[in-house]
Structure formats: structure tokens, C-alpha cells
């Protein structure tokens, strides 16, 4: 099955610098990527995806980006804020229609003040 | 708009005892899916349904643990009996239909604690 790393399981940044977190899949049959933000007592709440027929998709402060030949994708947030900080995680999924999601471990994300 | 409503929130009981996880999807979506997570494993499936039948339910750790979901707006998760490995938070999503993969909608959980 599938199998989804996800790289750093912490970061620590500066308000206002740049967060990147990556991520690597093992099966190329993968086709859809979500990176969702879970805080604290709450349930993970997606926040940007991007399918396999594009290299990468931005939505304001965030970027994802896709590398289909080596298996890997990140999350790019750029000045980040404080409300940044949560616990971010990756997955991947196969197939089409109803989808079924391989996550990563998650990477939790302090900004600093 | 009403998200993914999971019941109870936190469910603390002794080992041995049934419990049982509420979830009620968003209106329209077909799919409905029931994870585990805990610090070990992370977020694990357990159980997915489509159009209210069960698809895949490989990820049922034992027998003790059973899920229904009698129609579109409904589902239940149940462990019987409860043992102390079983805590965890619990998480129920819904998707929509479509021909491409859906995004996931996550309710915010029911934190269990067997005792």
C-alpha cells in the first residue's frame, strides 16, 4: 500500500520567515495530495491540495508544490504569523471518486512572536 | 453551514464497558469515513462507506469494533468491549461526490478514554 514520510515532525520559525515541510510518497499511482492544519482539539481542517496533472498551486500565504518523478511534495508558507502554529500534515491518495487518504505523521509548526 | 457533527466530544469509561461513536456527515456528501488517531500511529483509517454501504474496512483493528451507517445522514462506530489501547481520538469525515478525488471534511473529534 501506500506510504507517506513527511519531514520535519517539528519546526520552530520567526514570525514573518518562511515554513517549508515536505514530504515523500511511494506509489506513482498516487494522484491527489492534501496538506491539512489540525489545532488543538480540533479535528484537521483541509487547507490547500493539488492533483497529480499540476506542478504546484498557491492560495495566498500558501504554496504546494508536486514533483511527480522523485515522489515528494511540500507546503510553503511564507510570512508566517502566529496563528500559523499547528500541526500540519500530508497526504496522498489514489484513485478517483471516493478517495481514500494516506497520511503522513504530521509536522507541528511554533511561530514565534 | 453545519460541518461534520461528531457525539459525544469526550467519552471517558471503564474497560469492558460499549461504547458507542456518533457522527452525522454533511448534507450531500456520499462518503463517510472513521479514523483513529493517536500519538503512535497517527491518523488511521479504519472504515469507509459509499453511498451508505461499507467499502473498505480493513483498518478495523479486531473484531470488537464495529460500524454502521443505516442511511445518508447517520453513522456509528462501536467498540464491544472497551479495552484501555482503545483511547484515542476518534475522527468521522465526509466528502462529496464526484468523478475525481473529493476533499475530506473532518468533524472535530471524540476523544476516548477506557479506563
Known amino acids: 500500500g501506500e506510504n507517506v514520510e513527511q519531514h520535519p515532525s517539528t519546526l520552530s520559525v520567526q514570525e514573518g520567515d518562511s515554513a517549508v515541510i515536505k514530504c515523500t510518497y511511494s506509489d506513482s499511482a498516487s494522484n491527489y495530495f492534501p496538506w491539512y492544519k489540525q489545532e488543538l482539539g480540533k479535528g484537521p481542517q483541509l487547507i490547500i491540495d493539488?492533483?497529480?496533472?499540476?506542478g504546484e498551486k498557491k492560495d495566498q500565504r500558501i504554496a504546494v508544490t508536486l514533483n511527480k518523478t522523485a515522489k515528494h511534495f511540500s507546503l510553503h508558507i511564507t510570512e508566517t504569523q502566529p496563528e500559523d502554529s499547528a500541526v500540519y500534515f500530508c497526504a496522498a491518495s489514489i484513485g478517483s471518486g471516493y478517495s481514500t487518504l494516506t497520511f503522513g505523521k504530521g509536522t507541528m509548526l511554533l511561530v514565534s512572536p | 453551514d453545519a460541518g461534520v457533527i461528531q457525539s459525544p466530544r469526550h467519552e471517558v469509561t471503564e474497560m469492558g464497558q460499549e461504547v458507542t461513536l456518533r457522527c452525522k456527515p454533511i448534507s450531500g456528501h456520499n462518503s463517510l469515513f472513521w479514523y483513529r488517531q493517536t500519538m503512535m500511529r497517527g491518523l488511521e483509517l479504519l472504515i469507509y462507506?459509499?453511498?451508505?454501504?461499507?467499502?473498505?474496512d480493513s483498518g478495523m483493528p479486531e473484531d470488537r469494533f464495529s460500524a454502521k451507517m443505516p442511511n445518508a445522514s447517520f453513522s456509528t462506530l462501536k467498540i464491544q468491549p472497551s479495552e484501555p489501547r482503545d483511547s484515542a481520538v476518534y475522527f468521522c469525515?465526509?466528502?462529496?461526490?464526484?468523478?475525481?478525488?473529493?476533499?475530506?471534511?473532518f468533524g472535530d473529534g471524540t476523544r476516548l478514554s477506557i479506563l
Open positions: 462507506f459509499n453511498n451508505n454501504v461499507p467499502i473498505d
Open positions: 469525515a465526509s466528502s462529496p461526490p464526484g468523478q475525481l478525488n473529493q476533499p475530506q471534511h
Open positions: 493539488i492533483r497529480s496533472n499540476v
